[in-house]
């Protein structure tokens, strides 16, 4: 049997992200958002959610380039003044595991987004990080740790196959993607030992902020069996921040996608059944 989530990440980035989403939602295949509880347009996307009661919305914890939730005097050896995470990955992912006093300020700050989560009142759906930092074997032990004390059930594996991709269009899998793959089976094993509900497939690595119609309609017809989530970064517009953090990425094509009858066709066709993650945790 064929189950797909559709999410979109990043939700509370900004008010054009948070918009693309609610329409989505209401008009097209979304179902799911996770969420930025840091994010500058935050209080917009609770508000936005509040509103749209089947929407599914879980934690996009932040541990690399975003904005953190504790005071930057509380985890300096975290972020600088400006409360920014870094965005050198290899750099971080060595304080994160060879640190102690790295460590317990990431401890902290991860159990804080998931306070700040909960402080909103909306159910728990899933959790997972920017820029799937939750691979690294820390941060998905902390996310784990602190989610199991807030509920949380499901936690997204970035594991993309690449048959799909050949099959739905251009695609070159490289030496860094196959070792990706690889490396997440470390994730799938720490979120099942703690009882936690895991996809079997995802799509959105490869072509992040390029999931057009066409690739993703095509993509619909070549979904693998299991659990596969499909993720977004849709917005209405591309204002400056957006065009600062990711100034190739193509938001409002992704937003059309969302809406995009070719893809709701495809999908239906290839009968892969719409499901969200609290839908799967209930029947797990």
């Known amino acids: 049997m064929k189950r797909v989530i559709i999410s979109a990440d990043d939700f509370g980035l900004s008010e054009e992200v948070n918009e693309a989403i609610e329409i989505a939602h209401r008009d097209g295949l979304l179902s799911t958002a996770s969420l930025m509880v840091a994010g500058p347009a935050v209080a917009d996307a609770v508000r936005r959610a509040k509103k749209l009661p089947d929407l599914r919305v879980g934690l996009h914890l932040v541990a690399i380039e975003g904005p953190a939730t504790l005071p930057p ?22 304080e994160y595991f060879f640190r102690p006093a790295v460590r317990r300020e990431l401890a902290a700050e991860i159990e804080a987004q998931f306070r700040a989560f909960a402080a909103t009142g909306l159910a728990l759906d899933h959790a997972n990080a920017h820029k799937h930092m939750h691979l690294h074997p820390t ?12 509920g949380l059930r499901a936690v997204r594996v970035p594991l993309e196959p690449p048959e799909p991709l050949y099959a739905a269009g251009t695609y070159t899998d490289t030496m860094g993607d196959a070792a990706l793959r690889r490396w997440t089976a470390l994730l799938r094993h720490q979120a099942r030992k703690a009882g936690l509900v895991t996809n079997d497939s995802c799509f959105g690595l490869a072509w992040s902020g390029h999931m057009t119609t066409e690739r993703v309609s095509a993509l ?8 596969s989530e ?7 517009a591309k204002n ?10 193509e938001h409002e094509a992704e937003f059309r996608t969302l809406c995009a009858p070719g893809f709701r066709s495809g999908l239906a066709h290839a009968g892969a059944i719409p499901t969200t993650w609290t839908d799967v945790a209930r029947a797990h």
Request: aromatic fraction near 8%; proline fraction near 10%.
């Open 73 to 94: 005097a509380d985890i300096p050896l975290l972020v600088p003044q400006d409360g920014q995470f870094p965005s050198d990955q290899l750099k971080l992912g060595i």
């Open 240 to 249: 400056r921040l957006l065009q600062r953090l990711m100034p190739t990425y």
């Open 220 to 227: 619909a017809a070549h979904l693998p069996d299991g659990l």
């Open 139 to 150: 941060v998905g032990r902390y996310l784990i740790e602190s989610g199991l004390r807030h």
């Open 230 to 236: 499909i993720y977004f970064h849709p917005a209405t």
